[in-house]
């Protein structure tokens, strides 16, 4: 069965520090995946999507980029973090039939 | 740009019938309803779709109106673990990459 992890749950940084969130999903091969990010009462903005190794495309110009290093494992960093990238990032992949599934998300706050 | 419209937020009691509604008023010929739920601090689960035909599973049941212009996600039997925000998508099921937007979604909430 196909399954997607994300890591970490929860996370801390500072200011000015470097991010990196990993995504990794078993299972399936060339999935489309995608980073989500959900800012406090707000809905799901998209963030990046990649369709094969080394395929990414953004969505929203910001503070963030996104690599694809391997066909399951999809990673979103930022040399620098700022106070506004705070939010509640989620992967997700796309299956076969047109659906969604989401990994269990990553909490940053960035003080 | 979402593409749904939903209302911010719906109270049901626990054991009755909720119903939350919602807009795609632009729908494409090919496109079909996807509903997910998000119960806090979790990702978002996939709750059903459908095209054109209604559609039950053990999750919840989906009616869509014959023009498909709306449709409402129904969950039989509400319970306090039903509490969460449902979102209402639509997007093609196959081809290539689709840029889909999630609203702000209807937060439920099922009250004792």
């Known amino acids: 069965s196909q399954t997607i992890h994300q890591w970490p749950a929860t996370l801390v940084q500072p200011v000015g520090s470097p991010l990196s969130l990993e995504c990794t999903v078993e299972g399936t091969s060339n999935p489309n995946l995608y980073w989500y990010r959900q800012a406090a009462g707000r809905g799901l903005q998209l963030l990046f999507y990649?369709?094969?190794?080394?395929?990414i495309s953004s969505e929203v110009p910001q503070n963030l980029s996104a690599s694809r290093p391997q066909d399951r494992q999809f990673i979103l960093s930022s040399k620098k973090l700022l106070l506004s990238d705070s939010g509640f990032y989620l992967c997700?992949?796309?299956?076969?039939?047109?659906?969604?599934?989401f990994g269990s998300g990553t909490r940053l706050t960035v003080v | 740009d979402a593409k749904t419209t939903q209302p911010p937020s719906m109270d049901c009691a626990e054991g009755r019938a909720a119903n939350l509604p919602c807009n795609h008023s632009?729908?494409?010929?090919?496109?079909?309803v996807y509903w997910y739920r998000q119960i806090h601090s979790q990702g978002p689960q996939y709750i059903i779709h459908?095209?054109?035909n209604n559609e039950t599973n053990e999750m919840a049941s989906l009616i869509i109106t014959e023009d498909r212009k709306s449709s409402t996600l129904i969950l039989p039997h509400a319970t306090l673990r039903d509490t969460a925000v449902y979102y209402c998508?639509?997007?093609?099921?196959?081809?290539?990459?689709?840029?889909?937007?999630f609203g702000t979604g209807t937060k439920l909430q099922v009250i004792p």
């Open positions: 998508i639509v997007r093609r099921n196959s081809g290539g990459y689709q840029k889909v937007t």
């Open positions: 459908g095209l054109k």
């Open positions: 990649s369709v094969g190794i080394g395929q």
């Open positions: 997700a992949w796309r299956d076969s039939g047109g659906g969604y599934t």
């Open positions: 632009t729908i494409s010929g090919n496109e079909y």
